[in-house]
């Protein structure tokens, strides 16, 4: 899973490879006690970007935009997606940054562009997996009654993949054929 966690967190999260995503060192925490695995100070948004930015709310929508931007254009940008994906074969990668505020900052914005990138399933896509691949229920009917009672209260997966609901019955799209189990689990697995 691709996680991400303030540098000054305590406890640490030391269940995965550790990658602190910030230009500039964490002030107050020495490299020992940060236990890192790297340091990607390539792959942070430029002083320029930052020093705009200023972690101030209003701009972060902006803000994001432009890091997307400079990733994209990012030499580095292309290994350390690789370098990602590698570690998440074996395990959890924790991006670390120093910034105060948590929702507002640009591990926020890597995660969200690892997430596209590499096609990671979020918590709520698992869950549905594992719903789907229940090992308890035999039965695929009774495991897609079991998928569409989840989805009920899941309108963000519902709209994610374009689905509806009539009854007991799962719909992709405009499409007039009810989903299988085998046709849903299709659908939230695909690349």
């Keep these: 899973m691709l996680k991400i966690e303030r540098i000054y967190s305590k406890p640490f999260d030391l269940d995965g490879y550790r990658i602190l995503v910030d230009r500039k060192w964490a002030r107050g925490i020495s490299k020992a006690d940060a236990k890192l695995d790297q340091w990607e100070k390539a792959i942070a948004p430029s002083t320029e970007l930052r020093e705009w930015f200023n972690h101030i709310d209003d701009r972060f929508d902006e803000f994001e ?20 994906a590698k570690k998440l074969q074996s395990g ?69 993949y374009n689905l509806s609901i009539n009854g007991d019955k799962l719909y992709e799209g405009s499409k007039t054929k009810a989903l299988s189990h085998q046709e849903l689990l299709a659908l939230i697995t695909k690349d």
């Design 65 to 84: 935009r432009k890091y997307i931007d400079e990733l994209k254009q990012n030499p580095a940008t292309d290994d350390f997606v690789k370098l990602v």
């Design 92 to 160: 959890d990668v924790i991006l670390l940054y120093g910034a105060k505020n948590t929702a507002h900052n640009n591990a926020v914005v890597l995660k969200h562009y690892l997430t596209e990138r590499l096609h990671l399933t979020s918590r709520d896509d698992h869950s549905l997996i594992n719903l789907l691949y229940n090992d308890g229920q035999t039965n695929h009917d009774k495991r897609l009654n079991a998928a569409i009672d989840w989805l009920g209260n899941h309108p963000d997966v519902i709209d994610k």
